[in-house]
């Protein structure tokens, strides 16, 4: 696995793909809880709409370097994720840049943009954006705990820490997927995958009901749409990760999509009927339940 | 060695021990010094029997003459400092 | 007779050494010491005591020929001539610290003159 | 109370490990080596007859020097402690017992002869019992008599301090003269041995004598002046 | 050659000849004094210089023409040289101490101390049982007439105290003496010994003279006579009293117990015992400069009668190491006597005056490590030569008591230094003479000389002769220069080591010496930013830094160890350095002795003590001793890189000092525990206990350490302390790594020395420099730094991404290392900690360089500057650095990953051009940095497209309503950060294991607070202790017997 040119446009079309698939399946699924909740729901197309809107915005406001940079970080952080792990399996083309590193460089690459973003909001200066920091950061660092475990035991039983061969493993046949294989690792990891998808019960950092927190209101204009960008890719980028090590991977678009929107509808559906956690009891129950299953795991591989 | 030495010696020894008794029991300063010059002449008495003259010489002298006076000249002292 | 010697001078040591531990008043206590050291010297003699046998001074009733058959131990007698006059300074050297611990306070008991301690 | 007890108690352990000293005590039915090589040597070696004096004064000399240092030390201490503790002037000069005349006279006759028999002890030292000790001794007994019949009347201070440095010092000089005409510091052979038992003989046994006697008596009366003297004085 | 016995006449000469020359002539009285002393001194010097060379035999004087038995004799051996030498230059010091006094009394007080120094000097030299009495009581009699030249008047109440307890030694010797003439037939020491008997009664005649004499050294408890004496006397005199005639003394037990026998050894060594650590114990609670001291010498003393006791197991060594030890005592006694004299204060907090002269503080840290027995001082030899005796001979328990009373002794000394380096100084506390600085300099000189001796002994390894240690005590006396020529030359004198040596090494020591020697270089050039001469900074740091580059040049176990020491005392006192660091000094020097003494204690009993023992051969040792030699050398290492349980000491340590120390200490100093560790590991490898494996439970405590570390550090408000906690954590990681045992866990220990040097360095300087600025450390008193020190957020921010390992700085590779480490290891639950331990190190990041830089900017800041030049420039070196070697991992790591493989026989990482491959991963830095850094620049140039024009808007006030609250920093949003953590986790932050180290020492010093209620100041009572302690061990001793 090397570089070779033409891998950049491969990788660019499938950033592109995965763009406009993330922005109608958010659209999709928020219009699903809308409608459980008994509201109309906003239109599928609606995040296009805001994402131009607020492209053509313009603004005269920054409140320094970091605060400037917190977008850029945190949008790389996304593109990154994405350019890091293989999309589809046995595609010559949706590989992207996975040959840079393994699981590991996509495990600690998820914190790159949290960090940039985090040091973005924290130079606007304004407390509640710092709560809202403070909050983001201890509830995820809790909630990525069983992932990491689940992780280790995932490549502890495949012996290999590369994402295409833990894939390639999982072929086969429904029954060699990860999820039946090592089914403790995979609920440790769906722990994490619920609680980092900020949705109910662990959105109490970016709920809209709760004061005006965190790093979106800070920002506007370009900048939230950068961060809107983020916001339907990276999501979509954690799920490709999930998808590859635990659920088989996919080996064309058509089972990527349907593998993403399920896994996507996991957290959304749970959300829909649990009422929020305050931040100390999300991390109370990662340690109390999620925690125990991923040692679980380790200690079952 | 005779009866009557060994008798002599116990005699000298247990005058010792009596007037060592009289020293540390009784309530005057005095009489306890007293006594004490009086425990050291004996022992010179004493060391005659145990064929030592030179040292009954110098127990008797020393132990029982000068430490005495000493005695009495620091208490001497005392009473007059003790009077002020 | 070498052990009445010195069971009287361990008897004196003895005494003495409780009289200068219960006795509180200074004075006493050197007295009490100079009676130790008094069993202190009777017990050097009798360690050096032969019975039978005569003060270490050769004369005519001694000739050195037969000198060592007839005489005792010198040695413990000349240790206690020295230890006698050790003695004798140490007790001085008592009895002017009394002296100068009763001008401290005007007092001879032992048991106030505690401000150095711990 | 309890005090007592509990210090009767030490006393009658220790008085364990003594009594167990005095019955296991066996006197010695010979000499031992150290005591037969002083009996027989006595003559040859330091010439004097009385062999308690040959140890004190040359075998044993080390011995000796540090006890007349002892004496030194007292004194000079003595000194110290009490020069460091003068009252104010004008406090009661009365002395301890008072002196009659008869006292007075029978002192000031008594004090020469007092004096004679004290070289007399000292002289005759290595012959028969005595020695600079006793002798000093006496000498300072003398002085004692002198101060208890006439408080206020002193031996210059300067006098005995004259006396005791110089016989201190004449000592160690003797001593260190064994070493370089003899066998050894404090060596009495420095001297001849002469005719033994006559009153000069003993090599320097008689010299040192002297000179323990005048010491010790030096100190001695110093010590006594020492603590004898007024505040007055 | 003069005859010895010229000591005894001069003086005793001198002091009759005083009388002679008139009382009044005081000054030409003085004259002879100090000529008669010093001539004695030159004997003793003569015939030390003659023996100690082999010109001459050791001499028998006789006395009288006879030979002994028959006379008393003289014996001046190499023994009896040096402690005449040693009695007769403290009585010269001393009578010039107190000349003041002398002067007043005149030839009296003169004649005294010229006869207790001769009488000294005989008690040294004569070989007679009855002679030995006579000076005994000549030394009393003269104590007892020195102590009143004190000023102060409890003197005279002491000098009774002890004329009370010398008669009763008096009576006791003499019985002693007289029955062990009657059962040997003998007073001479050699005759006895020569001729055996087995009398009735010569056993307790034996005993009553040794307890006689051991009672003269003043034994625990019952010394409460002494103490007083040591209280109240003259300096001038105390410090004769505890050198001089303390040495004698214990000089005087090793000749009589000689031809008593070894069966009375036990008892030596059990009362000596007792007398070390109670001593020690009971002068934790003293506040009493001169009282401390004495208990401190009492303890000493005892220490040297527990190593007479243990003669027999000593050999050859007996000589070097019990005179090492009553050397150092007297030497470094005396000289605190003497120093005493110049301070007016009593307390020991008023030794804080002497901060006004630099030399004199030099005096106390060398007085102070002589008693410790820290190196170069003979004291230090001397320790390492009896541990490797006593372990050799099986008796642990008892150097177990001699290290505990050693450590106990090292806590007060060391909380004395504190005082006297921290605490506000009082109001002219120096009566700073020419005379009294010149003795107490004179003893430093000894001291400092006998340290020379000490190493120069053939065999030996002399600690002061190696060009690091020479460059430190070159660097005191260039303490007059400028601080920043004495930089260049620090700087230059670690480039100039490491060009020198760095051949030599292989690739794993090459990499800690880079990171020590030339890393150390690069932290001193923030030093520059200091100004004036900045007194006592260099020559610490050399003393560490001479530590170090000697630790990687070590051979043997003894230049192990005497590195370890000298990095552990120079780190001291670096850190001491620090504004509120006096207690966390302490503790750290405590924590570093402990640990060095379970490295000592493991090194004898690898070598079984055969010296020199090569490091190399350390895997030589049997089965059965190497898992115990594991456990004390992993103890040791594990002590300095603060493993959880042993770290207390770090957060405050780190914390406090200055800004430019806290890198060395956390950067630098923590790996010299890692090297160790790597060292023992090369050659122990895998050990069980118990059916334990040793490296598990190594792996363990570094995950835990890990763990919590992280958790400690998320919760402190002092970004100082934030960081320091950090660095345990960090460490637990490396010590994890270690302990795999494989391949890729050394690799990744390896990746820590370096990674944490560098970026725990740069923040730590970075840290402090917004601390130079702010005078604050405390975070939620910062804020919207980030504009006005643009270069010190720049490198906060690398480090933080380097250090939590997010992509794509030199961090990532460390934790890229670790998974495929951790997948050969059969261990997983301690990973579990690991993995918790990194998420959570992202939090305490974040948060420091959130709320020191990211927020609101503070008022009392709007007008602050960048740090200095000199605190930035290191740190823009490091980020360099971290960026190439985050694309280069392969400059350093690749020789090191090989020569790992040379040990463990494997390659599992495959370097092939810029991309590494392992059996389960592979990692390609360069390309990892290309696609971030083109995706970042793609995205930062649509915003700058859309937002090329936006402009700075201040951020607004946020204000409370109406009222003032009551701790203003509580409704900061950076105070408490993570309060949903502390909610959650916060029972991880109950401080146990402080706790348990504050009640460890509340409980010694309850103890002594407990046991100097014995000391009552009653001289009666005290007599009764004798009488007691008599009684006691005659019990013991003939319970024993029989």
Same mark, same amino acid.
């Given at each position: 696995m090397t570089f070779e040119w033409i891998q950049v446009p491969y990788a660019l079309a499938t950033l592109f793909i995965i763009l406009n698939y993330g922005l109608l399946m958010t659209a999709v699924v928020q219009k699903l809880a809308a409608r459980v909740g008994g509201r109309p729901g906003i239109p599928v197309w609606q995040n296009y709409i805001d994402l131009v809107k607020n492209f053509a915005l313009r603004s005269k406001i920054s409140h320094g370097v970091m605060y400037y940079l917190g977008p850029v970080f945190r949008l790389s952080g996304g593109i990154g994720l994405i350019f890091f792990v293989p999309t589809i399996y046995g595609s010559t083309w949706a590989q992207n840049f996975s040959f840079a590193g393994d699981l590991i460089l996509a495990l600690y690459f998820i914190f790159f943009g949290t960090l940039g973003m985090a040091l973005g909001a924290g130079e606007s200066g304004h407390p509640h954006s710092a709560i809202g920091v403070s909050r983001g950061l201890a509830q995820v660092t809790a909630a990525e705990l069983p992932m990491a475990l689940a992780v280790y035991a995932i490549a502890i039983q495949y012996q290999t820490l590369s994402i295409t061969e833990i894939v390639a493993a999982q072929q086969g046949g429904l029954f060699n997927w990860t999820l039946f294989t090592n089914p403790i690792a995979v609920a440790a990891a769906m722990f994490a995958y619920v609680g980092t998808t900020m949705r109910s019960p662990f959105d109490v950092v970016i709920a809209p009901q709760e004061i005006p927190i965190g790093p979106p209101t800070e920002y506007h204009s370009a900048y939230l749409a950068l961060m809107q960008t983020n916001r339907v890719i990276f999501p979509i980028a954690k799920t490709i990760i999930y998808m590859n090590i635990f659920f088989g991977g996919a080996t064309n678009w058509a089972e990527f999509a349907i593998k993403v929107f399920l896994l996507y509808m996991i957290p959304a559906v749970i959300g829909v009927v649990h009422p929020r956690f305050r931040v100390e009891q999300s991390i109370r129950f990662f340690l109390k339940w999620g925690l125990p299953v991923g040692v679980l795991a380790i200690l079952m591989v | 060695m005779s009866t009557l030495m060994l008798g002599l010696g116990l005699v000298i020894a247990l005058a010792m021990v009596g007037a060592a008794v009289v020293a540390l029991v009784t309530r005057s300063t005095v009489t306890a010094v007293l006594a004490a010059g009086l425990v050291s002449l004996f022992a010179s008495v004493f060391f005659v029997v145990l064929a030592a003259p030179d040292v009954a010489m110098t127990e008797a002298a020393i132990g029982s003459g000068l430490t005495t006076f000493l005695f009495f000249f620091v208490m001497g002292r005392i009473r007059r400092e003790g009077e002020k | 007779m070498a052990q009445i010697a010195l069971a009287t001078g361990f008897v004196l040591i003895l005494a003495g050494l409780y009289g200068a531990l219960t006795n509180r008043d200074i004075l006493r206590m050197i007295v009490a010491f100079t009676i130790a050291d008094t069993g202190v010297n009777v017990v050097l003699v009798a360690v050096g005591y032969m019975p039978g046998r005569t003060a270490p001074i050769l004369d005519a009733a001694v000739p050195v020929a037969v000198a060592s058959q007839r005489i005792i131990d010198p040695v413990p007698q000349a240790l206690v001539l020295t230890a006698i006059v050790i003695g004798l300074g140490i007790t001085a050297l008592m009895l002017a610290y009394a002296y100068r611990l009763f001008r401290l306070r005007h007092s001879l008991d032992i048991s106030n003159f505690t401000e150095l301690k711990w | 109370m309890i005090r007592k007890v509990v210090i009767g108690l030490m006393v009658a352990l220790l008085g364990v490990a003594f009594w167990t000293l005095t019955s296991g005590y066996v006197p010695d039915a010979e000499l031992n080596r150290t005591a037969a090589y002083y009996a027989a040597n006595a003559e040859s070696e330091v010439?004097?007859?009385?062999i308690v004096t040959g140890i004190i004064v040359t075998w044993r000399g080390l011995d000796t020097l540090g006890e007349v240092t002892v004496l030194f030390l007292t004194s000079a201490i003595i000194a110290l402690v009490l020069s460091q503790s003068k009252t104010p002037k004008g406090a009661s000069g009365a002395g301890l017992l008072p002196s009659g005349e008869l006292l007075v006279t029978g002192a000031r006759m008594l004090a020469p002869l007092i004096a004679l028999f004290g070289a007399y002890v000292i002289m005759n030292g290595h012959l028969t019992p005595g020695g600079g000790f006793q002798g000093g001794a006496i000498l300072a007994s003398g002085v004692l008599l002198s101060l208890l019949a006439e408080p206020s009347r002193r031996f210059g201070h300067t006098v005995i301090a004259r006396i005791e440095s110089f016989s201190g010092t004449f000592y160690v000089l003797v001593g260190l003269a064994g070493m370089a005409y003899a066998g050894g510091f404090l060596d009495n052979g420095i001297l001849p041995l002469g005719r033994f038992g006559t009153m000069l003989s003993a090599g320097a046994i008689p010299l040192i004598s002297i000179l323990i006697g005048l010491k010790v008596g030096a100190e001695f009366s110093s010590i006594l002046e020492s603590l004898h003297e007024t505040e007055d004085a | 050659m003069v005859s010895p016995v010229l000591i005894i006449a001069i003086g005793l000469g001198t002091a009759f000849a005083l009388g002679l020359l008139g009382s009044t002539r005081k000054t030409l009285l003085f004259g002879v004094t100090l000529a008669a002393l010093a001539a004695m001194a030159t004997i003793s010097l003569i015939w030390l210089v003659a023996l100690a060379t082999g010109a001459t035999e050791t001499a028998e004087i006789h006395t009288a023409g006879v030979a002994p038995p028959f006379a008393i004799n003289l014996r001046v051996g190499i023994a009896e040289a040096a402690l005449l030498a040693t009695v007769t230059l403290t009585g010269l010091l001393a009578a010039l101490s107190l000349r003041a006094q002398l002067l007043t009394l005149g030839r009296g007080g003169m004649a005294v101390l010229l006869v207790l120094v001769m009488a000294i000097s005989g008690l040294v030299m004569t070989r007679d049982l009855f002679n030995i009495f006579v000076f005994i009581e000549l030394v009393a009699i003269a104590t007892a007439g020195l102590v009143l030249l004190s000023e102060d008047t409890r003197a005279v109440c002491a000098g009774f105290k002890f004329l009370v307890v010398s008669q009763i030694i008096a009576i006791l010797l003499l019985v002693g003496i007289i029955f062990t003439y009657h059962a040997n037939g003998s007073l001479n020491i050699d005759d006895i010994g020569a001729t055996p008997v087995a009398a009735q009664g010569a056993a307790l005649a034996m005993f009553l003279l040794l307890i006689a004499l051991v009672i003269e050294l003043k034994p625990f408890p019952a010394n409460g006579w002494a103490l007083d004496i040591y209280t109240s006397a003259h300096p001038g005199f105390s410090a004769i009293f505890s050198a001089a005639t303390g040495s004698a003394a214990l000089f005087v037990v090793d000749k009589v117990v000689a031809p008593a026998g070894a069966e009375w050894l036990p008892l030596l060594t059990g009362i000596g015992l007792l007398s070390f650590v109670g001593s020690n114990v009971v002068a934790l609670r003293q506040d009493n400069d001169r009282r401390l001291l004495g208990y401190s010498s009492v303890g000493q003393l005892g220490l040297v009668l527990a190593v007479i006791g243990q003669r027999d197991v000593l050999g050859d060594a007996y000589l070097y190491v019990a005179g090492g030890l009553v050397l150092s005592h007297a030497v470094a006694k005396a000289g605190l006597f003497w120093m005493s004299a110049i301070l007016r204060g009593r307390k020991l907090q008023d030794w804080a005056a002497i901060r006004a002269r630099a030399p004199m503080v030099l005096a106390f840290a060398t007085f102070i490590a002589m008693l410790v027995g820290l190196p170069p001082f003979p004291g230090f030899y001397a320790k390492w030569d009896l541990a490797q005796a006593l372990v050799a001979a099986g008796r642990l328990p008892v150097l177990g008591l001699i290290l505990l009373g050693v450590l106990i002794e090292a806590a007060y000394l060391f909380r004395w230094f504190g005082f006297a380096i921290k605490r506000e100084a009082p109001e002219s506390g120096l009566s700073a003479n020419m005379v009294d600085c010149g003795i107490t300099f004179a003893a430093v000189a000894g001291g400092w000389a006998l340290g020379w001796i000490w190493g120069a002994i053939p065999g030996q390894h002399n600690v002061l002769a190696t060009l690091p240690v020479l460059a430190v005590v070159a660097f005191i006396a260039l303490e007059p220069l400028p601080a920043k020529l004495k930089n260049v030359l620090a700087i230059a004198a670690l480039l100039g080591w490491f060009a020198l040596v760095y051949? !030599?090494? !292989?690739p794993m020591r090459l990499i800690f010496a880079v990171v020590m020697i030339p890393g150390g270089a690069v932290i001193l050039l *923030? #030093?520059? #930013?200091e100004t004036g001469r900045r007194i006592g900074f260099y020559p610490s740091a050399m003393a560490m830094y001479a530590g170090l580059a000697l630790l990687l040049e070590a051979n043997t176990f003894f230049e192990f160890f005497a590195a370890w020491e000298v990095m552990t005392l120079g780190s001291y006192f670096l850190i001491l350095r620090g504004r509120m660091s006096e207690p966390h000094a302490l503790s750290y020097m405590l924590f570093s002795l402990g640990g060095a003494f379970a490295l000592l204690a493991g090194f004898a009993l690898a070598s079984g003590g055969v010296q020199p023992f090569a490091l190399d051969q350390l895997g030589t040792v049997t089965a059965e001793l190497a898992p115990w030699v594991f456990v004390l050398l992993a103890i040791g290492f594990m002590t300095k890189t603060a493993a959880m349980g042993l770290h207390i000491w770090l957060p405050g340590a780190h914390a406090e000092a200055e800004t430019d120390v806290s890198p060395m200490v956390s950067g630098i100093l923590l790996k010299a525990g890692l090297f160790g560790l790597f060292v023992m590991l090369m050659q122990l490898g895998r050990q069980s206990l118990w059916g334990v494996d040793l490296t598990v439970v190594l792996a363990w405590i570094g995950a835990i350490s890990a763990f919590l570390g992280a958790v400690l550090s998320i919760f402190q408000e002092d970004a100082k302390r934030l960081l320091a906690y950090s660095s345990i954590s960090q460490m637990g990681y490396a010590l994890f790594g270690v302990a795999l045992m494989n391949h890729l866990g050394w690799l990744l220990a390896m990746m820590f020395v370096i990674n944490h040097y560098v970026y725990k360095s740069m923040l730590f300087l970075a840290v402090g420099g917004v601390y130079k600025r702010t005078h604050t450390k405390l975070m939620y008193q910062m804020g919207g730094l980030i504009t006005l020190m643009p270069f010190t957020f720049v490198s906060v921010l690398v480090g933080i991404i380097a250090m939590s390992g997010v992509p794509p700085l030199s961090g990532f590779g460390g934790r890229w290392i670790f998974y495929n480490a951790i997948m050969d290891a059969d261990l997983r639950l301690p990973l579990i900690l690991i993995f918790m331990a990194g998420p959570i190190g992202f939090l305490y990041l974040f948060r420091l360089i959130h709320t020191i830089f990211l927020g609101q900017l503070k008022d009392p800041h709007r007008q602050l500057k960048e740090a200095p030049f000199w605190l930035v420039l290191p740190q823009m070196i490091f980020a360099a650095f971290l960026i190439a070697f985050a694309v280069?991992?392969?400059? *350093?790591?690749q020789r090191v990953d090989g020569y790992i493989g040379s040990i463990f026989? !494997?390659?599992?990482l495959i370097w092939q051009g810029r991309a590494i491959t392992s059996e389960f991963g592979y990692w390609n830095p360069v390309a990892i940095m290309v696609v971030i850094a083109v995706v970042f620049v793609a995205v930062f140039l649509i915003l700058i497209a859309k937002n090329h024009d936006a402009q700075k808007v201040k951020q607004f006030n946020i204000v409370f309503s109406a009222e003032r609250p009551y701790r203003p920093e509580t409704t900061h949003f950076a105070w408490n950060f993570f309060a949903p953590y502390r909610k959650a986790m916060g029972i991880l932050e109950t401080p146990v294991v402080t706790s348990f180290w504050g009640g460890v020492t509340d409980g010694v010093n309850g103890a002594a607070e407990f046991t100097r209620r014995f000391y009552t100041g009653n001289g009666q009572t005290y007599a009764a202790h004798v009488l007691l302690f008599v009684v006691a061990v005659y019990l013991i001793a003939m319970g024993g017997v029989a």
């Amino acid at each position: 696995m090397t570089f070779e040119w033409i891998q950049v446009p491969y990788a660019l079309a499938t950033l592109f793909i995965i763009l406009n698939y993330g922005l109608l399946m958010t659209a999709v699924v928020q219009k699903l809880a809308a409608r459980v909740g008994g509201r109309p729901g906003i239109p599928v197309w609606q995040n296009y709409i805001d994402l131009v809107k607020n492209f053509a915005l313009r603004s005269k406001i920054s409140h320094g370097v970091m605060y400037y940079l917190g977008p850029v970080f945190r949008l790389s952080g996304g593109i990154g994720l994405i350019f890091f792990v293989p999309t589809i399996y046995g595609s010559t083309w949706a590989q992207n840049f996975s040959f840079a590193g393994d699981l590991i460089l996509a495990l600690y690459f998820i914190f790159f943009g949290t960090l940039g973003m985090a040091l973005g909001a924290g130079e606007s200066g304004h407390p509640h954006s710092a709560i809202g920091v403070s909050r983001g950061l201890a509830q995820v660092t809790a909630a990525e705990l069983p992932m990491a475990l689940a992780v280790y035991a995932i490549a502890i039983q495949y012996q290999t820490l590369s994402i295409t061969e833990i894939v390639a493993a999982q072929q086969g046949g429904l029954f060699n997927w990860t999820l039946f294989t090592n089914p403790i690792a995979v609920a440790a990891a769906m722990f994490a995958y619920v609680g980092t998808t900020m949705r109910s019960p662990f959105d109490v950092v970016i709920a809209p009901q709760e004061i005006p927190i965190g790093p979106p209101t800070e920002y506007h204009s370009a900048y939230l749409a950068l961060m809107q960008t983020n916001r339907v890719i990276f999501p979509i980028a954690k799920t490709i990760i999930y998808m590859n090590i635990f659920f088989g991977g996919a080996t064309n678009w058509a089972e990527f999509a349907i593998k993403v929107f399920l896994l996507y509808m996991i957290p959304a559906v749970i959300g829909v009927v649990h009422p929020r956690f305050r931040v100390e009891q999300s991390i109370r129950f990662f340690l109390k339940w999620g925690l125990p299953v991923g040692v679980l795991a380790i200690l079952m591989v | 060695m005779s009866t009557l030495m060994l008798g002599l010696g116990l005699v000298i020894a247990l005058a010792m021990v009596g007037a060592a008794v009289v020293a540390l029991v009784t309530r005057s300063t005095v009489t306890a010094v007293l006594a004490a010059g009086l425990v050291s002449l004996f022992a010179s008495v004493f060391f005659v029997v145990l064929a030592a003259p030179d040292v009954a010489m110098t127990e008797a002298a020393i132990g029982s003459g000068l430490t005495t006076f000493l005695f009495f000249f620091v208490m001497g002292r005392i009473r007059r400092e003790g009077e002020k | 007779m070498a052990q009445i010697a010195l069971a009287t001078g361990f008897v004196l040591i003895l005494a003495g050494l409780y009289g200068a531990l219960t006795n509180r008043d200074i004075l006493r206590m050197i007295v009490a010491f100079t009676i130790a050291d008094t069993g202190v010297n009777v017990v050097l003699v009798a360690v050096g005591y032969m019975p039978g046998r005569t003060a270490p001074i050769l004369d005519a009733a001694v000739p050195v020929a037969v000198a060592s058959q007839r005489i005792i131990d010198p040695v413990p007698q000349a240790l206690v001539l020295t230890a006698i006059v050790i003695g004798l300074g140490i007790t001085a050297l008592m009895l002017a610290y009394a002296y100068r611990l009763f001008r401290l306070r005007h007092s001879l008991d032992i048991s106030n003159f505690t401000e150095l301690k711990w | 109370m309890i005090r007592k007890v509990v210090i009767g108690l030490m006393v009658a352990l220790l008085g364990v490990a003594f009594w167990t000293l005095t019955s296991g005590y066996v006197p010695d039915a010979e000499l031992n080596r150290t005591a037969a090589y002083y009996a027989a040597n006595a003559e040859s070696e330091v010439g004097a007859p009385n062999i308690v004096t040959g140890i004190i004064v040359t075998w044993r000399g080390l011995d000796t020097l540090g006890e007349v240092t002892v004496l030194f030390l007292t004194s000079a201490i003595i000194a110290l402690v009490l020069s460091q503790s003068k009252t104010p002037k004008g406090a009661s000069g009365a002395g301890l017992l008072p002196s009659g005349e008869l006292l007075v006279t029978g002192a000031r006759m008594l004090a020469p002869l007092i004096a004679l028999f004290g070289a007399y002890v000292i002289m005759n030292g290595h012959l028969t019992p005595g020695g600079g000790f006793q002798g000093g001794a006496i000498l300072a007994s003398g002085v004692l008599l002198s101060l208890l019949a006439e408080p206020s009347r002193r031996f210059g201070h300067t006098v005995i301090a004259r006396i005791e440095s110089f016989s201190g010092t004449f000592y160690v000089l003797v001593g260190l003269a064994g070493m370089a005409y003899a066998g050894g510091f404090l060596d009495n052979g420095i001297l001849p041995l002469g005719r033994f038992g006559t009153m000069l003989s003993a090599g320097a046994i008689p010299l040192i004598s002297i000179l323990i006697g005048l010491k010790v008596g030096a100190e001695f009366s110093s010590i006594l002046e020492s603590l004898h003297e007024t505040e007055d004085a | 050659m003069v005859s010895p016995v010229l000591i005894i006449a001069i003086g005793l000469g001198t002091a009759f000849a005083l009388g002679l020359l008139g009382s009044t002539r005081k000054t030409l009285l003085f004259g002879v004094t100090l000529a008669a002393l010093a001539a004695m001194a030159t004997i003793s010097l003569i015939w030390l210089v003659a023996l100690a060379t082999g010109a001459t035999e050791t001499a028998e004087i006789h006395t009288a023409g006879v030979a002994p038995p028959f006379a008393i004799n003289l014996r001046v051996g190499i023994a009896e040289a040096a402690l005449l030498a040693t009695v007769t230059l403290t009585g010269l010091l001393a009578a010039l101490s107190l000349r003041a006094q002398l002067l007043t009394l005149g030839r009296g007080g003169m004649a005294v101390l010229l006869v207790l120094v001769m009488a000294i000097s005989g008690l040294v030299m004569t070989r007679d049982l009855f002679n030995i009495f006579v000076f005994i009581e000549l030394v009393a009699i003269a104590t007892a007439g020195l102590v009143l030249l004190s000023e102060d008047t409890r003197a005279v109440c002491a000098g009774f105290k002890f004329l009370v307890v010398s008669q009763i030694i008096a009576i006791l010797l003499l019985v002693g003496i007289i029955f062990t003439y009657h059962a040997n037939g003998s007073l001479n020491i050699d005759d006895i010994g020569a001729t055996p008997v087995a009398a009735q009664g010569a056993a307790l005649a034996m005993f009553l003279l040794l307890i006689a004499l051991v009672i003269e050294l003043k034994p625990f408890p019952a010394n409460g006579w002494a103490l007083d004496i040591y209280t109240s006397a003259h300096p001038g005199f105390s410090a004769i009293f505890s050198a001089a005639t303390g040495s004698a003394a214990l000089f005087v037990v090793d000749k009589v117990v000689a031809p008593a026998g070894a069966e009375w050894l036990p008892l030596l060594t059990g009362i000596g015992l007792l007398s070390f650590v109670g001593s020690n114990v009971v002068a934790l609670r003293q506040d009493n400069d001169r009282r401390l001291l004495g208990y401190s010498s009492v303890g000493q003393l005892g220490l040297v009668l527990a190593v007479i006791g243990q003669r027999d197991v000593l050999g050859d060594a007996y000589l070097y190491v019990a005179g090492g030890l009553v050397l150092s005592h007297a030497v470094a006694k005396a000289g605190l006597f003497w120093m005493s004299a110049i301070l007016r204060g009593r307390k020991l907090q008023d030794w804080a005056a002497i901060r006004a002269r630099a030399p004199m503080v030099l005096a106390f840290a060398t007085f102070i490590a002589m008693l410790v027995g820290l190196p170069p001082f003979p004291g230090f030899y001397a320790k390492w030569d009896l541990a490797q005796a006593l372990v050799a001979a099986g008796r642990l328990p008892v150097l177990g008591l001699i290290l505990l009373g050693v450590l106990i002794e090292a806590a007060y000394l060391f909380r004395w230094f504190g005082f006297a380096i921290k605490r506000e100084a009082p109001e002219s506390g120096l009566s700073a003479n020419m005379v009294d600085c010149g003795i107490t300099f004179a003893a430093v000189a000894g001291g400092w000389a006998l340290g020379w001796i000490w190493g120069a002994i053939p065999g030996q390894h002399n600690v002061l002769a190696t060009l690091p240690v020479l460059a430190v005590v070159a660097f005191i006396a260039l303490e007059p220069l400028p601080a920043k020529l004495k930089n260049v030359l620090a700087i230059a004198a670690l480039l100039g080591w490491f060009a020198l040596v760095y051949g !030599d090494y !292989d690739p794993m020591r090459l990499i800690f010496a880079v990171v020590m020697i030339p890393g150390g270089a690069v932290i001193l050039l *923030a #030093s520059f #930013s200091e100004t004036g001469r900045r007194i006592g900074f260099y020559p610490s740091a050399m003393a560490m830094y001479a530590g170090l580059a000697l630790l990687l040049e070590a051979n043997t176990f003894f230049e192990f160890f005497a590195a370890w020491e000298v990095m552990t005392l120079g780190s001291y006192f670096l850190i001491l350095r620090g504004r509120m660091s006096e207690p966390h000094a302490l503790s750290y020097m405590l924590f570093s002795l402990g640990g060095a003494f379970a490295l000592l204690a493991g090194f004898a009993l690898a070598s079984g003590g055969v010296q020199p023992f090569a490091l190399d051969q350390l895997g030589t040792v049997t089965a059965e001793l190497a898992p115990w030699v594991f456990v004390l050398l992993a103890i040791g290492f594990m002590t300095k890189t603060a493993a959880m349980g042993l770290h207390i000491w770090l957060p405050g340590a780190h914390a406090e000092a200055e800004t430019d120390v806290s890198p060395m200490v956390s950067g630098i100093l923590l790996k010299a525990g890692l090297f160790g560790l790597f060292v023992m590991l090369m050659q122990l490898g895998r050990q069980s206990l118990w059916g334990v494996d040793l490296t598990v439970v190594l792996a363990w405590i570094g995950a835990i350490s890990a763990f919590l570390g992280a958790v400690l550090s998320i919760f402190q408000e002092d970004a100082k302390r934030l960081l320091a906690y950090s660095s345990i954590s960090q460490m637990g990681y490396a010590l994890f790594g270690v302990a795999l045992m494989n391949h890729l866990g050394w690799l990744l220990a390896m990746m820590f020395v370096i990674n944490h040097y560098v970026y725990k360095s740069m923040l730590f300087l970075a840290v402090g420099g917004v601390y130079k600025r702010t005078h604050t450390k405390l975070m939620y008193q910062m804020g919207g730094l980030i504009t006005l020190m643009p270069f010190t957020f720049v490198s906060v921010l690398v480090g933080i991404i380097a250090m939590s390992g997010v992509p794509p700085l030199s961090g990532f590779g460390g934790r890229w290392i670790f998974y495929n480490a951790i997948m050969d290891a059969d261990l997983r639950l301690p990973l579990i900690l690991i993995f918790m331990a990194g998420p959570i190190g992202f939090l305490y990041l974040f948060r420091l360089i959130h709320t020191i830089f990211l927020g609101q900017l503070k008022d009392p800041h709007r007008q602050l500057k960048e740090a200095p030049f000199w605190l930035v420039l290191p740190q823009m070196i490091f980020a360099a650095f971290l960026i190439a070697f985050a694309v280069l991992p392969g400059m *350093a790591l690749q020789r090191v990953d090989g020569y790992i493989g040379s040990i463990f026989g !494997d390659q599992p990482l495959i370097w092939q051009g810029r991309a590494i491959t392992s059996e389960f991963g592979y990692w390609n830095p360069v390309a990892i940095m290309v696609v971030i850094a083109v995706v970042f620049v793609a995205v930062f140039l649509i915003l700058i497209a859309k937002n090329h024009d936006a402009q700075k808007v201040k951020q607004f006030n946020i204000v409370f309503s109406a009222e003032r609250p009551y701790r203003p920093e509580t409704t900061h949003f950076a105070w408490n950060f993570f309060a949903p953590y502390r909610k959650a986790m916060g029972i991880l932050e109950t401080p146990v294991v402080t706790s348990f180290w504050g009640g460890v020492t509340d409980g010694v010093n309850g103890a002594a607070e407990f046991t100097r209620r014995f000391y009552t100041g009653n001289g009666q009572t005290y007599a009764a202790h004798v009488l007691l302690f008599v009684v006691a061990v005659y019990l013991i001793a003939m319970g024993g017997v029989a």
